[in-house]
């Protein structure tokens, strides 16, 4: 079956060791899969209205309170309790559909119905490859990971803070985390939601970059942000705020309960499910209240505990079906739906991708619209891992084939090709073949199909050490997407300016 | 999250290396993933049957075409088209559901319908672990493998010969390896199809284990072999004799095209499902000419080639698309349907872990009854691995409990544990936690939950170093299931004389 001519080695340039494909929008074609009856899941959207109108959530700012009293939530103390009109008048002010703008209107990314949509990890405390091994995150990396982010064509987003600089001031990394985003990438990005002037000053710089203002900003929206729920059944005071300043500036809003069954949430699938569905709806009915109409995610964390260490476990049987009866939930209320790629190993291995696979399986076969942590996270998400986030986009850019529609016509069906080749015969030389040859099928990045001894002879290199050095040809081959330099320049002062108004 | 008390430690007795969910069969609840309109299936079964009709495929059996002929058949020298009114009909007799009976009664396995079974890998020429790396197939490898195989309670059935024994004679191999089975296992088996002699030992022994006549274990089948086509359009001589042999014997028949899309049939998807239908259509029609009513799989192997170099790809965008069409194929014919867990890593690693779910997702969604080769493939079938064995089990446990359909009640939905824990508060301590944490989740074999430090303290030992451990710990405690001292020494006398037949 070996066989070599000069033509087919054309296809990959000679020293191209990174096929990609390329980015491109990806909508899901197949029906999602539905794991729960009609009766089961609406037992489950009763259940957690019940917790809303009789066990309510704490929203931790007094601000918050306010606008949920004058909204007509029952408030008692930190505690609001909804009756189930009024959360699903509120839910129903959300979009179905919309879209981010980032600095490249050509990467526009729009979220709801089919689409589907893969975005880097965000927040892990570490940084790790293969070179340097596990250490604390710090602003070169941070760096660095951004660069491979914008890098990899299939991701569509790119951060958040995939891994913390913690060697910058915390109070001001925001602003040079930003800066490090809108100029080495120009994709839809995640701005940390911790507080109001981390949002704040995510809009300004969005707007700089674009060359707009900030209301332009608001009525386009270009970043989205995450808002965990604390559970059980609390929201605190800097959620809140990032909450308000991202809704009321248009910015996309990702409410994800961190429903670990067995610890912050039931130790029963449904329990938790229904946890997780009256802490979403409650952040949602709230940004709808702060801000009508807001573009918002349906989003779903839940997975469960080992229970006999209370260790987080991603990507388990449970954290998959747990993954397509979000999705289910996520359509009955017509909520665009934010899911994760996750996994509890801690080193990129085979339980690193199994795990993923049945993280991104959940997630697909659920109808996600956007697929968080999509690239790079290791060991429950503590750590932003270079070989994973390789792995990963290996991984999605075969889930972007999947997912193109097969072509069925007189052409592909072949009648012809199949009475060309004799029986026993075979098909390398035929006219249809030629024809097809160099787009028939997915070329991978990281998957080595070559046989074992020329494999072996080669190094005997597993997947973790290709990896390895692809991050590495992609970071010394990355080019910043051209930025105007007078907007670099503004971005400059808007980040020296607010430094020094930082205490 | 981290907590620690003896009752929880009690649910794994120390020292237990390998937690198991029990051999339990399992049943598909959700429904297949159907990606081929009803229109486009059509015409690639339209299209199949005209290759039928116009080009014919190549029998290498004088008594085959004599049968073919009888039946109404149009043979031409050894080409042999069909009437589409003739494979529809003969297609028609197959059972659309039938079970196989091991030794032990109480592990007998259906298929068809929702029916999933997991079986171990066949047919590798090389067997590879850690310790003593990749070498030729040998008999003391091929009994280990048996044993892992039997162990591994995940697998429905065991064998046929998942790693060649080339240093016993090729032409009585098959009863060494036949009683190595029959002693060392009592699960359903898949024996060699190579030839009639082979298959018909295969009937003798099960019916001297079983303390049946040939007659009983032909009512009551108890192993299922795999005829592969020989594409484009050929089923060569040894494959017909076995053919017949396991048909008239009334044991289950795989007839698996080798599809290799670029290679042994077309570059276009489409086109190699055409080719794979009509390949496998005109064995089953052939083996329902012989045996009217055998049981019989459709199978499906259709995969790709890399273009560049033709070296054969699995587990691959492609492959995943072809396996959800195949199972629509087999649902439109009602046929049983047998696919595989496959994969083209030269080693256990991240790719051997993405490219086996990508087989093993195509399988679960495409309804699949046998999975074939579930456990143990590596390189592209050339390798049986012990390591990839457990990495298999973990991955098809994990398949087995996301099958299991959730129970949505009011105990699971669990209003009252949300009720009894605080806002902020967690759910370790919980009455309801207490009622469900010992069955509440999956529990890992492989997977490995603890924290980084714990870990990297403990060896930062990767999946495949830990699968080398669990693989040694079940040879180690391994005990053959009790099988009446009489029928194994008739099993010994039957392959000593056979042996001494033979020339």
Partial sequence: ???????????????????????????????????????????????????????????????????????????TGQCVRFDRALVMELVSRAPAEFTLHPRNPERSVTFGGDHIAFNSVGGPANASDLDGGRRQGNFADFQNYIRLMQSLDVLHLCG????APIDLDAETRHLDCIQAILTLSDKVWHATGLGRKRVSDAV????????????????????????????????????????????????????????????????TLPGSLVQQNA???????????????????????????????????????????????????????????RSSNTNASNT????????????????????????????????????????????????????????????????????DAIAEVQPGGHFFGARHTLRHYDTAFYQPML????????????????????????????LRRFEAPPLDPARAEELEAFVRRRKEEEP
Same sequence: chains 1, 2.
């Avoid at 990174?18 to 609406?42: C, F, G, K, M």
């Avoid at 949602?284 to 349906?298: E, R, S």
């Avoid at 697909?364 to 986009?393: C, P, Q, R, Y």
């Avoid at 080595?448 to 597993?462: I, K, L, M, P």
């Fill in 204 to 267: 300004d710089m969005l707007a700089i970059v674009r060359g707009v203002t900030r209301e332009e900003v608001r009525r386009k929206p270009g970043f989205f942000t995450t808002i965990n729920v604390n559970s059980p059944r609390r929201i605190d005071g800097p959620m809140l705020e990032g909450l308000i300043e991202a809704a009321t500036n248009g910015q996309a809003v990702s409410l994800t309960p961190f429903t670990l069954a067995g610890a912050m949430s039931p130790t």
């Fill in 348 to 415: 990129v291995d085979a339980q690193a991708a199994y795990e993923s696979q049945m993280s991104i399986w959940g997630a697909v076969l659920g109808h996600a619209n956007l697929l968080h942590h999509g690239a790079g996270w290791l060991e429950g998400g503590l750590t932003a891992s270079f070989e994973k986030a390789v792995l990963d986009a290996e991984m999605l850019q075969m889930i972007g084939e999947f997912l193109q529609p097969l072509v069925v016509n007189d052409e592909t069906l072949a009648f």
């Fill in 447 to 474: 998957s080595d199909w070559r046989n074992f001894e020329t494999w072996h002879e080669d190094g005997a290199r597993n997947a973790t050490c290709r990896a390895n050095r692809i991050w590495k040809e992609l």
């Fill in 1 to 75: 079956m070996r066989r070599r001519d000069s033509k087919r080695r054309a296809r990959r340039p000679a020293g191209d060791l990174v096929p990609q494909t390329p980015w491109r929008r990806l909508v899901n074609p197949y029906p999602p899969l539905e794991i729960l009856s009609a009766d089961h899941l609406e037992s489950i959207h009763d259940t957690s209205l019940r917790v809303l109108e009789e066990l309510g959530i704490e929203f931790l700012l007094d601000e918050a309170l306010e606008h949920l009293k004058a909204a007509g939530a029952e408030v």
């Fill in 160 to 163: 958040g803070v995939p891994v």
């Fill in 279 to 337: 802490e979403a709806l409650a952040g949602i009915a709230f940004a709808q209240i702060v801000a009508p109409g807001a573009p918002v995610f349906y989003g779903s964390f839940t997975s469960n505990v080992d229970m006999r260490t209370g260790a987080p476990a991603f990507g388990t049987p449970e954290y998959t079906r747990a993954t397509l009866v979000s999705g289910q939930l996520a359509r009955y209320y017509d909520l665009p739906y």
